[in-house]
């Protein structure tokens, strides 16, 4: 177990410093001179651009350049936002609790339902719900998830007026304690049906093909010959079985999620680091592009090493490798 | 004489192998559609799809088939000349995303040793990565030319492909006729270009159908941010401009949104009839 913990956490800081030298490379590659910019447009003096390259340690060699970079973000410095001159960590972290609310619900809900839905369909295998359900999650598999979002707006609030259309409050009104929960959840409800939707078709097929594919093991056919309940198979031994897959799914996913949120909330000014994201890219924010980058980057291989311990706890097939 | 027997037998087997898995057949003909489509575009569209005129945020009527949009550009021609972006993206992105991922996975699971050990690390990584924000400051950063996107699509999605022909390569390295290979001297690049990438090469092309979907849902997204090729009709750039649009003309994202849906659907369908004739196992219509 040890020695798979390490392994993981190692590739996990190797994540982290790919991220960084990607960052970093971006960076130095991007068209555009820092220098040419701070000397300004009228006729910078030479000995002023060799001033201001020397201070802000341009010649350097580009190792050393890196790690002094790496040394910055060690600090927890991002660096500032060019808009707004503010720390971009700071803006980042403003941001970052609505994106978790819908990022994480989402997830939970279609782990859920895709997973049981999948399992079920599985179980009925041919049956109207499995063929309804197969085809369907051929269609939201191949539905963008910006144009599914505008059309629950044009369906669910423009046409018949349930929901709001955007945004994370009612802000005409001043709701405190329980109303205001109420009213986030009212404005929740459409973002996460949308993000929902386009998750579950993932974790219904991995489920519904995990739990085929254990039916037709050697063991299960033994079970069935030896007339064991076909209910107390599916309990003890297929369902566990099958559910392992969808864990290391679940990783992976996590990755998606995020950074497919961020177009979500574009469409329903949700405002969380994807609309964020959109300022950043509209104003040519270099600086809070990478940061968002990187604070994803590094959030997401946290999560993963934690699932990655989960499954290694669950399935011990995983940790005496 | 007895090729072309061979030729047609061949044919028939494929195509009742087509006939068999649903998914692949109802993929290829629609694909066959849009690609048609696309094809005569110049001849079916019912108007110049950039020109603007005064009919503007016109409902779908005789004239303008599926509307106008905010401009005054009609719906139905915008959504045919699309169709070209879109596939073109896809496919281009695709097969570089393929080229790549075949070579890498190729080399590291023939080779084995240390560069199989570094390249598993590296695919370990990207798998790992928010490939679509990376692509998104890649293409803000870098311009937004439909050549850049397909580049960094392409090139930011190879792991996939690198895995499947990675396990491909190390079964293949142990059967006989790879084993024979090196005993009679073939050199080690020979027969992995001529022998183990084309006997492994099935479903990666697989893959790769699915990685065209990706693609064109990946260039929906990036246009739909605004950061789509301008030169260019693309679905994504309709849907974006349709949204201010949304409630009183609703036809512009919609219908445009659902072309991608038909064409992201098309090649899914067909990308994974392909597995299923793969591994028949979870093939539900046996």
């Known amino acids: 177990m040890a020695r798979y913990l390490r392994r993981r956490i190692l590739t996990g800081i190797l994540i982290i410093l ?16 820092p220098i040419s910019l701070l000397a300004g447009k009228d006729n910078p003096s030479q000995e002023m651009i060799d001033a201001l390259t020397e201070k802000y340690g341009l010649n350097d060699p580009i190792h050393i350049q890196f790690i002094s970079y790496v040394k910055t973000l060690l600090k927890g410095d991002l660096g500032y936002s060019i808009m707004s001159s503010e720390p971009v960590s700071k803006l980042i972290f403003e941001k970052v609790g609505p994106t978790l609310l819908l990022a994480l619900t989402s997830i939970l809900l279609a782990v859920v339902i895709g997973t049981a839905s999948g399992i079920f369909a599985a179980r009925k295998r041919g049956s109207l719900f499995d063929v309804t359900m197969n085809g369907l999650s051929y269609v939201f598999d191949s539905t963008p998830s910006f144009w599914l979002g505008l ?29 205001k929960a109420v009213d986030i959840l009212w404005h929740l409800t459409l973002p996460l049906i949308t993000v929902t939707l386009i998750q579950i078709p993932y974790y219904f097929r991995i489920a519904r093909a995990s739990v085929i594919q254990t039916m037709s093991e050697d063991f299960i056919t033994t079970f069935r010959a030896a007339g064991m309940k076909e209910n107390k198979i599916f309990k003890k031994y297929i369902f566990k079985n099958a559910i392992l897959p969808t864990i290391t799914v679940f990783g992976i996913n996590l990755a998606y999620v995020i950074s497919g949120v961020a177009i979500i909330e574009i469409v329903f000014a949700w405002p969380g680091m994807g609309r964020l994201m959109m300022t950043a890219i509209s104003k040519r924010d270099y600086p809070l592009l990478m940061g968002i980058y990187l604070i994803l980057s590094v959030s997401i291989a946290v999560c993963m090493i934690v699932v990655d311990l989960i499954y290694a706890v669950i399935d011990p097939r995983i940790r005496y490798d | 004489m007895n090729k072309s027997g061979d030729f047609f037998t061949k044919m028939k087997r494929m195509l009742s192998m087509i006939n068999q898995v649903r998914q692949l057949k109802i993929g290829i003909i629609l694909l066959t559609i849009i690609i048609l489509l696309a094809l005569f575009a110049p001849l079916i569209a019912t108007h110049d799809p950039f020109s603007l005129n005064d009919d503007m945020v016109n409902p779908p009527s005789k004239n303008y088939l599926l509307g106008t949009d905010g401009l005054g550009r009609d719906i139905f021609s915008g959504i045919l000349y699309g169709a070209r972006t879109s596939i073109v993206i896809g496919v281009v992105a695709a097969s570089i995303s393929g080229i790549v991922g075949t070579l890498i996975g190729g080399i590291s699971g023939f080779y084995g040793g240390k560069i199989d050990s570094v390249v598993s690390e590296i695919i370990n990584v990207f798998l790992m990565m928010p490939t679509f924000f990376l692509i998104l400051i890649i293409v803000a950063l870098f311009g937004s030319s439909m050549f850049n996107v397909m580049v960094v699509i392409g090139i930011t999605t190879w792991t996939g492909n690198a895995r499947l022909m990675r396990a491909q390569a190390l079964s293949l390295k142990q059967r006989t006729f790879v084993k024979s290979l090196e005993n009679i001297g073939e050199s080690k690049i020979k027969t992995l270009i001529k022998h183990i990438i084309p006997n492994g090469i099935f479903p990666i092309i697989a893959n790769t159908t699915m990685n065209i979907s990706e693609a064109i849902l990946t260039e929906s997204g990036l246009s739909f941010l605004g950061l789509g090729d301008p030169n260019v009709m693309s679905w994504g750039q309709m849907v974006y401009n349709g949204k201010s649009y949304l409630t009183n003309g609703w036809w512009i994202s919609t219908f445009s949104g659902a072309a991608i849906v038909l064409t992201v659907l098309a090649f899914y369908l067909i990308g994974d009839g392909m597995n299923n004739i793969l591994s028949p196992k979870l093939n539900d219509n046996k």
Do not use: Y
Not at chain 1, 18 to 33: D, E, Q, R, T
Not at chain 1, 167 to 173: F, I, K, N, S, Y
């Open chain 1, 151 to 179: 059309m629950l707006i044009l369906i669910f609030a423009s046409k018949l007026k349930i929901f709001p259309t955007a945004g994370m409050v009612d802000l005409r009104a001043q709701h405190e304690g329980i109303a």
């Open chain 1, 18 to 33: 790919v991220s960084l030298v990607i960052n970093f490379m971006l960076i130095h590659l991007a068209p555009g001179n």
